[in-house]
Structure formats: C-alpha cells, structure tokens
C-alpha cells in the first residue's frame, strides 16, 4: 500500500513541475513575443541578435524586429552630410542630411515610415529640431511588403557638433530604441 502511495505523490510532483513548467513557458513565450529586437543583418540572410543599447554606424544595416512578427524592417543610413542652407530655413545656414533606406522584410502588409520617429541629439545632450527643406523626397510614406523606400531626413545644426546621435524610437512598439553614432567631419 505504501508502493501506491509513492507512486501517487510521484505522479502529483512531477504533474505539478509539468504544469509550472508550462506555465512559465507560457509567460516567458508572450513576454518575448511582445519585445521587439534590433539586429545587425551582415549582408546576408544570416541575423546576429545585438546586445541592448548597441550603437550603429553609418552603412550598418539594422533589422527592427516587430512585436508578433516574423521579419524585420531594416534601415541602413547610408549617408551623412552637412550642407548649407538658406537662413531661411535655419539661422545657422546648415542642415544634417541623412540619407535612410527602408526595407520592409517584415510580415505585415504595409508598414507606415515616419520622419517623427526618428530624432538627433548632439554630443552635449540636445534634441536638435527637424529641417523642412522643400527640395528633399520625404521619408514618410507607406510601404508594402519586401518593397524599398529611400528618402531623407534633414536636421538644424550648426556644424561644431563633435558628434551626433541619431535615435529610431518607432510609435508603432514604443519600447524598441536604435541608435546609431554619427561623427560630424
């Protein structure tokens, strides 16, 4: 009878480790499927996951990984430069212009790019405002599957920056955050 019994509450313990195990597999699962990820694509269809807060360069090719999907949108700044604008447009006479390539390898239909995602700080810490300059293809837009966008976003400087920081914190999963450094020459 004591046999039974053992065999009983071995039953119960290891039903009980299968149903907490499950459980925390469950919660684990959701929690990851709600985070989305930033990752350095290296030029193939391979992906290497990042470590957090990790610092990208212009060139570098940046997988966003959306909440509950199974691709990335991927951004690559290939270009930086200072230009000189009209007063008009910024007392200082210069304007940062980045040039951003948007591919949507995502698995949603459509995904919409907005300038007001993206914002520059400079090395002391300051949130530089967006330039409007009327000769420049906006980078807003809708963009269907496997479809590119190339476009550009222009910011107010006055070219003594020693650096920037240019930061992609989507609206649409507000807890993802890209950075990349830019060096002013």
């Given at each position: 009878?004591?046999k039974?019994?053992s065999k009983?509450?071995?039953k119960?313990i ?6 907490i195990?499950?459980v ?13 990820a930033?990752?350095k694509?290296?030029?193939?269809s391979?992906?290497?996951?990042q470590?957090e807060?990790?610092v990208?360069?212009?060139g ?5 990984k ?5 691709g990335t949108m991927?951004f ?5 430069e200072i230009i000189?604008?009209?007063p008009a ?10 040039v951003?390539?948007l591919?949507n390898?995502?698995g949603r ?8 995602d993206?914002?520059?700080i400079?090395?002391?810490?300051n ?6 300059l009327p000769?420049?293809?906006?980078y807003?837009?809708e963009l ?12 107010e400087v006055?070219?003594k920056e ?9 609206s649409?999963f507000?807890?993802?955050e890209?950075?990349w450094r830019?060096?002013?020459?």
């Open positions: 009878m004591n039974d019994i009983t509450v071995i119960l290891v039903l009980l480790l299968l149903f195990g499950g925390a597999l469950v919660i684990w699962g959701w929690n990851k499927l709600d985070e989305p930033a990752i694509l290296n030029g193939t391979q992906q290497t996951e470590p807060n990790q990208f360069r212009i570098d090719t940046v997988g966003v959306l909440p509950k999907d199974t991927d690559t700044i290939s270009k930086q000189n604008v009209d447009y910024n007392p200082t006479g210069k304007v940062l212009k980045l951003i390539t591919v390898n995502s239909v459509k995904y919409e790019s907005k300038i007001a993206f914002r520059l400079d090395n002391e810490g949130i530089l405002k967006k330039a409007d000769d420049m293809p906006s807003d837009g269907n599957i496997g479809k590119k966008l190339t476009g550009f976003i222009a910011f006055t070219g020693k650096y920037y920081k240019l930061v992609f914190s989507p649409t507000p807890r993802e890209v950075q830019l060096i002013n020459k």
